[in-house]
């Protein structure tokens, strides 16, 4: 399993391709640099051989760049059962579509549940619900090199996820951010920001500092 980041500029997510036997995609960005996207992942890949991109939650800046992503690669959009609904329904306000003026309709979205796997063929990914930012969102986990794919939840440097927007928790997210931790993880790729490898729990460990002190504020 490779990963390819493909970063996030401004306030875009990072889209990562998790190169293997079937690769797929991680987030879509808010399809302001889908050309970029494909560009990149032409670099190392037919972009068809992408059966399934999964989102990790519902927000614009993540999902923003599905409809054409999906296009380009002939893939199956993929959310969890508390994400998807808005995605399938086009729902502009809790997607933050309206929020940030970006243009955004209906998608074709199949339901992925939690703690199920996401098939790789020579890997897999852990399905984590790691609701707080928003009731849905998953965090994605390779055991096997302790990679884990946050989304929103948490980030480098000590980072974590707003709270405070339609069906976030800071109590969830709290608990989200501690089952991470646990994890151990030693590589983190988040929704935004760069990328650590090697000392990902320690990172971790800082955003839940942070997180409890922010409760005190
Ligand atoms: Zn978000």
Request: aromatic share 8%.
């Amino acid at each position: 399993m490779k990963v390819h980041f493909i970063m996030g500029e401004g306030f875009d997510a990072n889209v990562f391709l998790i190169e293997a036997e079937k690769p797929i995609l991680i987030d879509t960005g808010t399809g302001w640099n889908t050309a970029k996207a494909v560009r990149t992942i032409e670099q190392h890949i037919d972009p068809k051989e992408i059966d399934s991109i999964i989102l990790t939650h519902r927000h614009i800046d993540h999902v923003g760049g599905a409809a054409e992503l999906s296009h380009v690669c002939q893939a199956q959009l993929y959310a969890s059962i508390d994400e998807a609904p808005p995605l399938i329904h086009g729902d502009k306000a809790t997607t933050g579509a309206t929020m940030f003026s970006i243009p955004f309709d209906k998608l074709d979205v199949s339901i992925l549940r939690y703690d199920d796997e996401v098939d790789l063929g020579d890997a897999k990914l852990k399905i984590i619900h790691t609701p707080g930012h928003t009731m849905g969102s998953i965090s994605l986990y390779h055991e096997q090199t302790g990679s884990l794919f946050s989304g929103d939840t948490v980030f480098a440097d000590g980072g974590v996820g707003r709270w405070d927007f339609e069906t976030g928790s800071y109590r969830q997210l709290l608990a989200s951010i501690e089952m991470l931790k646990d994890l151990g993880p030693r590589n983190l790729y988040p929704g935004h920001g760069p990328y650590v490898e090697k000392d990902a729990t320690e990172h971790i460990k800082t955003s839940l500092k942070f997180l409890r002190y922010a409760e005190i504020l």
